[in-house]
């Protein structure tokens, strides 16, 4: 298994824009930033040599973005956005959520990748 750790930086130009009934709405200038880990393996003695892609943040991501159109007139409920934003990246993809990506189906049980065996276990008594 390879290990790789990134700093993942993203800081675009993104816009995202709506019109539902008439009334138009977006977010934009979309960034975040954190440390992601990779997991690279299990490696195979075949194509496509890698079994799967594991990874997750190792910390919730910090992200911000401004609100257009009638949505910016929930700038001041920004915090609970916000919460429920940062919910939703915790309850996906920080340890010890993971997303997987299965290279090779016929070698890789997707579950056992997800949720690995623990590698040791301490009992306090």
């Given at each position: 298994q390879i290990v790789v750790d990134a700093d993942l930086n993203y800081d675009g130009d993104l816009k995202?824009?709506?019109?539902?009934?008439?009334?138009?709405?977006g977010v934009e200038n979309i960034s975040f930033s954190g440390r992601v880990r990779l997991l690279?393996?299990?490696?195979?003695?075949r194509l496509?040599?890698?079994?799967?892609?594991?990874g997750f943040f190792l910390r919730p991501p910090i992200f911000d973005?401004?609100?257009g159109g009638a949505a910016a007139?929930?700038?001041?409920?920004?915090?609970?956005?916000?919460?429920?934003?940062g919910d939703?990246?915790?309850?996906?993809?920080?340890?010890p959520n993971r997303f997987v990506l299965v290279l090779d189906?016929?070698?890789?049980d997707s579950a056992q990748v997800r949720y690995p065996d623990?590698?040791?276990?301490?009992?306090?008594?």
């Open positions: 995202i824009s709506a019109t539902l009934g008439g009334l138009s709405f690279l393996g299990p490696l195979l003695h496509p040599i890698l079994g799967a892609v594991t973005y401004m609100l007139s929930l700038e001041s409920q920004k915090s609970q956005i916000n919460q429920a934003i939703l990246i915790q309850q996906y993809v920080v340890l189906k016929e070698s890789v623990p590698l040791s276990l301490l009992v306090i008594k």
